[in-house]
């Protein structure tokens, strides 16, 4: 019994370890790529952040399809496959010397991403044992979270010793471990077989409705953190504070690594309000706090904030998008919450900068801080209505 209930299988490592690698490069490529696009393309500000959107605007396109061709494929297949095409792309970037080569490149990279990342998740909550799957999914998450501070850090660094190409190449020989790693993922026989010959298309082939309103709610905190993951340097800049923004997602990802083994068990015994209420109260005093900043400690101790509040609340969310969702549409369920969480970073990313440069960076944390009160409200309107029925049920 104790048995079946494990957690850390070998399939579960080597899928965090692909889901790892894959968003280590793929944050290494968003942190150094724009500095590429002005320094070595002699292209604008405008369009090194483009070379970041077309990336992310591709993934949330490809995802209304990646369950579907999942379903198709098999989840094994579809990984293995998807992440290899995602290796073989990223050798491209070494040989390419103009802006609008770069910008297609982004774009048919993003295509392979999405599929990979709705099935990773997908694999993940068909792995771990669904009395862990809070916990399973929490430690999962991790693997994306690290990866937000090693990716740069690694891209970074790179850079201060070698050139671009140098650092294109490093990044492109780690795929190929996260093919090997994708290769050596065991999916469940039942969860991993291929969809056989079908009706015509319904809305249903592409999103899973049961998933969507609590992916809605999510995406409201997504469009409040995209704040934090776009503008964090530069309102760290104008406050006279950049050697310690350096520091701030060490701190959040050290913060969320020591919580999340806790939230986890938490989710998983007592219930999802007893660990989403708490964290989208921490994550607004933390936007809060980020408003007010005005030196390095109240910097970081927005970042302790946040790292509390946010990193439980995705995986959290994550979970309860799969749980209302039937047994075998965890791919579709996947694809949908990703769809609308990915749709509130890129929409945030976009309008926070022209809302920043009309009321300035500390009314934004501010503006940010009442749209996650308004998913806290959601949230709890939406639990209450779920709680219902089943309370009805054991007391018939």
């Known amino acids: 019994m104790s048995q079946e209930q494990k957690i850390w299988t070998k399939s579960f490592i080597s899928i965090s370890m692909t889901q790892f690698l894959i968003f280590m490069s793929f944050y290494a490529l968003m942190t150094t790529l724009p500095i590429y696009v002005i320094d070595n393309l002699g292209g604008t500000e405008a369009e090194g952040g ?3 959107t077309a990336m992310l605007l591709a993934a949330i396109i490809v995802r209304l399809f990646s369950a579907k061709l999942l379903d198709k494929t098999g989840k094994k297949m579809g990984l293995v496959v998807s992440v290899a095409i995602f290796a073989v792309t990223s050798f491209l970037y070494p ?22 990342t709705t099935a990773t998740g997908a694999i993940a909550a068909d792995i771990i044992p669904p009395s862990r799957r809070g916990a399973g999914l929490g430690y999962f998450a991790m693997a994306m979270n690290l990866a937000v501070v090693v990716g740069p850090f690694i891209g970074l660094t790179v850079l201060q010793f070698t050139s671009f190409q140098n650092l294109f190449i490093i990044l492109a020989v780690l795929m190929i471990v996260a093919v090997i790693n994708s290769i050596m993922v065991q999916v469940p026989r039942g969860a991993n077989a291929p969809e056989k010959g079908k009706r015509k298309l319904t809305i249903h082939d592409f999103i899973e409705t049961k998933a969507i309103t609590i992916a809605l709610i999510c995406s409201l905190v997504s469009l409040a953190y995209a704040s934090v993951m776009s503008f964090i340097s530069v309102y760290a800049n104008t406050l006279g504070l950049a050697s310690t923004a350096s520091y701030f997602f060490v701190v959040f990802a050290a913060v969320m690594l020591l919580s999340r083994p806790y939230f986890g068990r938490s989710f998983d015994s007592k219930g999802p309000k007893f660990v989403i209420f708490p964290c989208l109260i921490m994550f607004t005093m933390g936007l809060i706090a980020l ?12 970042a302790v904030l946040i790292g509390l509040g946010y990193g439980t609340i ?7 998008a799969i749980q209302a969702s039937p047994k075998n549409r ?13 749709s509130g970073i890129a929409i945030g990313s976009f309008i926070w900068g022209i809302v920043a440069s009309g009321v300035g ?28 029925p089943k309370a009805k049920q054991e007391t018939a």
């Open 50 to 52: 483009l070379v970041v």
């Open 330 to 342: 965890s791919s579709h369920a996947t694809s949908t919450f990703f769809i609308l969480y990915d």
């Open 291 to 302: 408003s007010l900043t005005n030196s390095p400690w109240m910097l970081l101790l927005s």
């Open 361 to 388: 960076y500390a009314n934004l944390y501010l503006v940010c801080a009442v749209i996650v009160i308004v998913a806290l409200a959601l949230f709890n309107l939406y639990h209450s209505r779920a709680i219902k």
């Open 314 to 320: 995705l995986p959290s969310f994550q979970t309860m």
């Open 95 to 116: 040989v390419i010397d103009a802006f609008m080569s770069l910008l297609a490149l982004r774009f048919f990279h993003g295509l392979s991403f999405g599929v990979i």
